[in-house]
C-alpha cells in the first residue's frame, strides 16, 4: 500500500504560479503510474495530468495544457505540478493519485492523497 502526502497548495492571483508536491511512501516509487486531479466545489473529479513510470510520458487536461507541468523525481519518490497562469477556475482541491504499473484506460488509481486546497483570486 502507498501513501500519498500533497503539499504546495494556497491562495495566488490570477497570473500567478503555484508548485504543487506529492510525496510518496514505500520503495516502489518507480513502479506507479502518478497523477493529479482536482475538485471544485459542486463539480466532479477531473483529470489534470499524468506521468508515466519512468516520467518520460505525460498527458495533460485540455483546460491546463500549456500552462502546467507535471514531473517526478523517482530518487526523492515524489511528484510535481507546476502551475502557471493560473486562472480562477483553477481554484479546486487538488489530489494526487498513484497506480501500480502503467495506465491503462477505464480503470481506477489505487491510491489518493488527501487533497491540497488552490484558490486562485480574480
Known amino acids: 500500500q502507498v501513501q500519498l502526502v500533497e503539499s504546495g497548495g494556497g491562495l495566488v492571483q490570477a497570473g500567478g504560479s503555484l508548485r504543487l508536491s506529492c510525496a510518496a511512501s514505500?520503495?516502489?516509487?518507480?513502479?506507479?503510474?502518478m497523477g493529479w486531479f482536482r475538485q471544485a466545489p459542486g463539480k466532479e473529479r477531473e483529470f489534470v495530468a499524468r506521468i508515466t513510470r519512468s516520467g518520460i510520458n505525460t498527458n495533460y487536461a485540455d483546460s491546463v495544457t500549456g500552462r502546467f507541468t507535471i514531473s517526478r523525481d523517482n530518487a526523492k519518490n515524489s511528484v510535481y505540478l507546476q502551475m502557471n497562469s493560473l486562472k480562477p477556475e483553477d481554484t479546486a482541491v487538488y489530489y494526487c493519485?498513484?497506480?501500480?504499473?502503467?495506465?491503462?484506460?477505464?480503470?481506477?488509481?489505487?491510491?489518493w492523497g488527501q487533497g491540497t486546497q488552490v484558490t486562485v483570486s480574480s
Open positions: 493519485a498513484a497506480r501500480w504499473g502503467d495506465y491503462i484506460p477505464g480503470t481506477a488509481y489505487d491510491a
Open positions: 514505500g520503495r516502489t516509487f518507480s513502479s506507479l503510474t
